[in-house]
């Protein structure tokens, strides 16, 4: 059994995307409820009561970061996080994609909650079509009274705006986001302080997961206390998962947190082709140490997750099986970070690199094993050194790539070194496509 | 706004306690106890800390992460440890990922022998990188400006040069492009990083990456010896430290004064050094024979001075420019009034000011100082570009409004660069500075509660119209000054208490003053922008026609300048002495001076350069010292006496000045027994009450502010106000013509003009109009155009600026072809195509 469905209970149903279905099937009517009866505080202590944690990666209580925020007279802002660039991840695309006024919903009453009165959504600039139907949903919510001034006549304001970012992935970082919303390159900030005191333009600000937003309504229909029914004690409700790599039905699942990871991976998603075993599963997106075909019995909750030396993540499985070589994988794990890397701290730029170089070596044949007491203390150097956890978000599954399947790495080095010619000679010469910047300053 | 005063606190650092103030960041924190923690993108001067490059890690007792000291204030009890194995571990590690990039480069980088990169390798580096791929490239070096050299391939990426930019000179130029291993610096659209204060980032770059392009291979640290002194370029007077080689300034830096420049500097104070080198100067003491100034004996030039100034008596003058030191003022005027007998000295460049006035003007009770601007609760910068005037309070300004919130208001006829900052702009018609005055004095009456002093209906609007200026705007300035609390500062142009109507101007400016800003309450008053360097200085030793040193009374009064060179051009002077100034460059009225220094039997000048004045007309010419070879002292426009001190040796025949003013006195019956510099500076303190007691020691290197000292009792007693104010004129009406309206760019300057380096910057004329008025007159950008009046012209490029008035046109005074000086400033022109 994967449990009750919340968020994907109608989201297969026609015209969800338009106010008239999405109010057919009880939308909106939590907002009512939250701007007619209740206080802000009140929301916060169902939120808190419902044990719900932040579903874009970090796993933050919700209602306690709202909690966080001054209660002083300054403008405040919310904002979604729909950068959704974790590779793996691609659970807020169908969320947005299907049912937008979920999370409209979602955003009007975080937003009452923290008393903010200003909100954008910042989303990928890749996820075009979804960033049509939202903008779609904002008018038609503005046009019912949703948004905008006075809404439903409580004396709440709050405008939202929908901001399409460019391509990166560190713009997902919540205050490389911010600087991005901002106009200015997106760069993490230094924390302190943190967004709540000092987010977008200065101001308190709060940001949430696409996901964490859209399950606020859902909360507070059925109450925190309810809803904490659902999961573990530290892991409440249901958590949408995307599996992808080797399984045989790949997509998007809501499942109830808790539950066996194989019964997800093998349950849901088919597991991996006939005849072929999992070797390894990222439980929570890229960034989150491998775990090996041996694990496949845990729970899937935040706390196991940790307890196992990983983590849940965004809750994107990738499933490796055992025809992709374990090399392969680190490598374009590696570019990515490499590629993704905002370049503002020292660690996190030239480590990324350096692991790239040094995998391309182990591919190609030019590494000796000594390269991998190398690589991964390299790992260990990024790990906790950074600005934000972009680095650490390569060193970790790197790192345990590496001490986990070490004998793998040796084998892979002596057959490319049996290949490879010109083992032995050192590295090769620069690329001198690497020569940059011969145009002028 | 009150200055935050922290309380001390107690930490460990290594075990050892320490006192620090609470806040402090952990890395100067450390400091303290002795402890270095190793930075490199950590600079206070740039505001809040990044923690980019993760170099400064330490481990506190109770956080389980390592933490960077540069952006960790101390807290009381807190445990900090340094030297365990994981902060070496982190240390360690830093260094290798910033050196697998690094060229090491550093037996041919001009950085090597100075470099924190190097140092801190040494210190606290691994000894050697396991990393054996290749090196990340770039084409090496590249021209960042013509100024600037860029390295990427040892830049670091510490973000210290964007920052500057970003934040400090806001000039929004310098960017990082790219993205992780492949970011690297540079303008947005790669165009070269020309702005006023580029050369900081140099000085700010922890590594070779960005070198000064006339600085790179022309020394290495173990070759060369500092020097410090002051800068002469503008009144800011930054402290300055010249890189010396066998006699020769190779390099300007910062000496970091907080009370002065915050330890930067600008470009034309960094760079102009390469003056003091070039073969234009003049070294040799110069006499004209048949029309031809050629080089003579030390003793055949003070000859003939003295024989001059001696013939010539009471029928001659002075004038004194802007880098005269106080030691040379106050001999020059004695060499006037107590050997000459002649009471015609000036050192100010158009209009006598009455004595109680500028009494009033720097009273030391309305002394505003340059630190104020950055914590007061308002500012208001009126009739002054800060940019061009005195470049280093624009970033104290910009520092203010940016870090603590400071209340901006500009009130201009020309844009300024600091509109954008403002909380309230004001544009009023080119020379109608008083009746700004008077709008605003108005506008601050017309809130103030008293019964007294509420202002009639509609004077706001007569007074504005008067201006030039919109009431509206002159009303919203007022609030801003009116409410902003108690400290406010007005910054004022010295040009606005020039010309005839000066007085009134001063007089409606201390109106104002005396409605936003409490006397002798700290942190407000006014800082006036001197015309020249040390113009305040010069007024205090006595070179004034209306006061003798210390602002005593004197009598008989003297001629001001322009009266002087009308006088002159009328025949009634003999001998002109012309104390670094040009009066064909440096003061309006081109047509009349002309005619005075033509006039003239004898026209003596100091100076370093032959600009065209002195080349046509002077008929004994002294070479002056560099800046770099002056002895002496100066004072700050906020009061603070600071001190010059000789870092090379004069070139040539090159003598003091101090020295050759006391010849030319003694040879004249009029011994001043001046035998060396520190006897001159001795002579002054003695002479100014208000300087009693200064020693050349006290002062040391870092000045000291007089109005801070008892002595300070010795200013003449002052009325600052209320004053009744006359009627202002009105602006001219332009009518199809245009008001004219001067300016004088940073470039404006001899350095620019001459140094190698800097001569790319070398201005010409430009007429800045309106849009509107340009299309009116069928004139587009970039169009060549003759400005004109009364018979006298001056060619320039169109420059369209929306920001200037309509209805005016601004022109630049003080360069060398085409300057505005050349037509009657405050007048109307008009504007032809060519
Ligand atoms: C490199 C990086 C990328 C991230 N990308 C995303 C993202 O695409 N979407 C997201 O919701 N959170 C992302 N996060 C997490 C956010 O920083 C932040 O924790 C989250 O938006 C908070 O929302 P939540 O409390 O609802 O989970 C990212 C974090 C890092 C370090
Ligand atoms: S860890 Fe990487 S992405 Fe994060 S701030 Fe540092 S360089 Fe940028
Ligand atoms: S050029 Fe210098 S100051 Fe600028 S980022 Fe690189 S190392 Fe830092
Ligand atoms: S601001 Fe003035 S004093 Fe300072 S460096 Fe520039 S010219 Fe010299
Ligand atoms: S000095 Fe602290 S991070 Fe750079």
């Known amino acids: ?441 | 706004m009150p200055r935050p005063a922290p309380d001390t606190i107690a930490f460990t650092v290594d075990g050892l306690e320490v006192n620090a103030p609470a806040g402090m960041m952990l890395a100067d924190a450390a400091k303290l106890g002795d402890v270095e923690i190793p930075v490199f993108c950590y600079e206070p001067k740039l505001g809040e800390p990044v923690g980019a490059c993760r170099m400064c890690l330490v481990e506190i007792e109770g956080i389980p992460k390592l933490q960077t000291a540069c952006s960790t204030p101390v807290r009381d009890g807190m445990a900090v440890n340094t030297q365990t194995a994981r902060v070496k571990e982190a240390q360690e590690a830093v260094l290798e990922f910033l050196l697998i990039n690094h060229p090491l480069d550093c037996p041919v980088c001009d950085k090597g022998g100075e470099c924190p990169l190097q140092d801190i390798t040494y210190g606290w580096g691994p000894g050697r990188s396991r990393f054996i791929e290749p090196k990340r490239h770039f084409v090496k070096p590249l021209a960042l400006s013509p100024l600037i050299a860029i390295d990427r391939e040892r830049c670091i990426l510490c973000y210290r040069c964007v920052r500057f930019s970003q934040e400090i000179s806001e000039d929004y130029q310098l960017v990082l492009q790219e993205r992780g291993a492949d970011s690297y610096v540079s303008t947005f659209d790669g165009h070269p990083y020309v702005a006023p204060f580029s050369g900081n980032i140099i000085e700010l770059c922890p590594v070779g990456a960005l070198t000064s392009q006339p600085y790179r291979f022309r020394a290495r640290p173990w070759d060369i010896e500092g020097s410090g002194s002051v800068c002469l370029g503008c009144p800011g007077q930054c402290n300055v430290e010249y890189t010396v080689r066998d006699e020769r300034v190779l390099r300007v830096l910062s000496r970091q004064h907080d009370g002065v420049d915050d330890g930067w500097l600008c470009d034309r104070g960094r760079f102009g050094y390469q003056s003091f080198h070039v073969d234009e100067r003049v070294t040799h003491p110069l006499v004209r024979v048949d029309g031809e100034l050629i080089p003579v004996a030390w003793d055949r030039a003070l000859d003939e001075a003295a024989a001059a100034l001696g013939g010539a008596g009471s029928d001659s003058g002075a004038l004194a420019g802007g880098k005269t030191t106080n030691e040379e003022g106050w001999l020059l005027q004695e060499l006037f009034r107590g050997a000459l007998g002649s009471p015609n000295v000036d050192s100010r460049a158009d209009g006598m000011l009455p004595r109680e006035l500028h009494a009033a003007l720097h009273a030391p009770a309305l002394q505003a100082t340059v630190p104020d601007l950055e914590f007061a609760h308002a500012v208001l910068v009126l009739d002054c570009e800060p940019v061009d005037d005195q470049p280093s309070l624009d970033l104290r300004i910009r520092k203010g409004v940016r870090r603590n919130g400071v209340k901006l208001a500009v009130a201009s006829s020309r844009p300024s660069s600091l509109d954008a900052n403002a909380a309230a702009v004001v544009r009023y018609a080119p020379g109608a500075g008083e009746a700004f005055c008077a709008a605003l004095n108005g506008a601050l009456g017309e809130s103030d509660a008293g019964p007294g002093s509420a202002t009639r209906k509609g004077v706001v609007e007569e007074l504005a119209e008067a201006a030039g200026a919109d009431a509206d705007a002159v009303r919203a300035l007022a609030a801003v000054l009116a409410d902003a609390g108690e400290d406010v500062v007005i910054v004022y142009g010295e040009r606005l208490t020039h010309g005839a109507r000066g007085e009134d101007a001063a007089r409606a400016l201390l109106n104002v003053c005396g409605r936003v800003a409490e006397a002798g309450h700290d942190g407000a008053g006014l800082l006036e922008v001197p015309a020249g360097t040390n113009g305040r200085g010069l007024r205090e030793v006595g070179v004034l026609p209306n006061a003798a040193p210390g602002l005593a009374p004197v009598s008989p009064v003297g001629l001001a300048s322009a009266e002087l060179g009308a006088s002159a051009a009328a025949g009634a002077i003999s001998a002109l002495y012309l104390l670094h100034v040009d009066p064909l460059r440096d003061l309006p009225g081109r047509a009349t001076w002309r005619a005075a220094l033509q006039r003239a039997d004898h026209v003596i000048a100091h100076a370093d350069f032959l600009s065209e004045g002195l080349w046509e007309y002077a008929t004994i010419v002294f070479p002056a010292e560099s800046y770099a070879e002056k002895e002496g002292t100066i004072t700050h426009p906020d009061g603070r006496v600071q001190r010059l001190r000789p870092a090379i040796a004069r070139p040539d025949a090159v003598r003091a000045e101090w020295n050759v003013i006391a010849d030319l006195s003694k040879r004249l019956g009029h011994d001043v027994s001046v035998l060396s510099g520190a006897m001159a500076s001795a002579r002054v303190f003695e002479a100014i009450p208000f300087y009693a007691g200064l020693t050349l020691d006290e002062l040391g290197g870092r000045g000291l502010r007089w109005p801070a000292r008892p002595a300070a009792a010795g200013w003449p007693a002052a009325d600052t106000g209320p004053f009744g104010l006359e009627t202002p004129p009105h602006a001219p009406t332009p009518n199809g013509a245009l008001r004219l309206g001067t300016f004088r760019s940073i470039w404006a300057a001899q350095e620019v003009e001459v140094a190698p380096a800097l001569k790319f910057l070398r201005q010409r004329q430009r007429a800045e109009l309106h849009p509107v008025d340009a299309e009116r007159m069928g004139l587009a950008h970039g169009d060549r155009v003759t400005v004109g009046s009364n018979g006298s012209r001056v060619q320039a490029t169109v420059v369209l600026r929306s920001g200037v008035p309509e209805g005016s046109v601004f022109l630049e005074a003080g360069i060398a072809e085409e300057s505005a000086s050349e037509l009657d400033g405050g007048g109307l022109v008009e504007v032809s195509p060519q």
């Open chain 1, 1 to 441: 059994m994967t449990g009750p469905t919340i968020l994907f209970e109608d989201i297969d149903e026609r015209g969800l995307n338009t106010i008239d279905v999405y109010r057919r099937r009880g939308g909106y009517e939590s907002l009512r409820k939250v701007l007619t009866t209740m206080q802000p505080s009140e929301v916060v202590d169902e939120l808190m009561a419902s044990g719900l944690r932040g579903r874009g990666g970090a796993g933050f209580p919700s209602g306690r970061k709202i909690s966080f925020i001054p209660k002083v007279d300054v403008d405040k802002y919310l904002v979604c996080n729909a950068d959704e660039s974790e590779p793996g991840t691609f659970k807020d695309r169908e969320l947005m994609q299907k049912s937008p006024h979920m999370l409209i919903e979602g955003i009007v009453i975080g937003a009452f909650a923290a008393g903010a009165t200003k909100s954008f959504i910042y989303i990928r600039g890749e996820y075009v079509e979804q960033a049509d139907i939202i903008d779609a949903a904002i008018v038609e919510a503005r046009e019912a009274g949703f948004l905008g001034e006075n809404i439903l006549g409580s004396g709440f304001g709050l405008t939202l705006h929908l901001h399409r970012g460019a391509g990166a992935y560190i713009c997902g970082e919540e205050t490389g986001l911010l600087d991005s919303l901002e106009g200015k390159r997106g760069n993490p900030r230094l924390k302190p302080p943190f967004p709540a005191n000092q987010g977008l333009y200065q101001g308190p600000t709060v940001i949430n997961n696409v996901e964490t937003l859209a399950t606020m309504p859902h909360i507070i229909k059925m109450g925190g206390a309810e809803y904490a029914k659902i999961g573990t004690e530290t892991s409440a409700g249901t958590k949408l998962v995307s599996v992808s790599g080797n399984v045989q039905r790949p997509g998007n699942y809501e499942i109830e947190l808790g539950i066996s990871s194989r019964e997800i991976i093998y349950g849901l998603a088919g597991g991996p082709p006939e005849g072929r075993a999992v070797k390894m599963w990222f439980p929570g997106g890229s960034s989150s140490p491998v775990l090996t075909g041996d694990d496949l019995d845990i729970a899937y909750d935040f706390n196991t997750l940790a307890q196992a030396k990983s983590m849940l993540g965004s809750g994107a499985i990738i499933v490796v099986d055992d025809s992709v070589p374990v090399v392969s994988v680190a490598l374009k794990l590696a570019k990515f970070y490499k590629h993704e890397s905002c370049g503002k701290c020292t660690p996190c730029r030239e480590g990324t690199r350096w692991t790239v170089s040094m995998l391309e070596r182990v591919d190609q044949g030019l590494a000796t094993p000594m390269d991998l007491d190398i690589m991964a203390s390299v790992q260990e150097q990024i790990i906790g050194n950074c600005l934000c956890v972009l680095g650490d978000a390569m060193a970790m599954p790197i790192g345990s790539m590496v001490a986990k399947f070490r004998d793998e790495f040796e084998a892979h080095i002596e057959a490319a070194r049996a290949r490879n010619p010109w083992a032995g000679e050192g590295p090769p010469d620069p690329d001198p496509v690497l020569v940059q910047g011969a145009s002028g300053a």
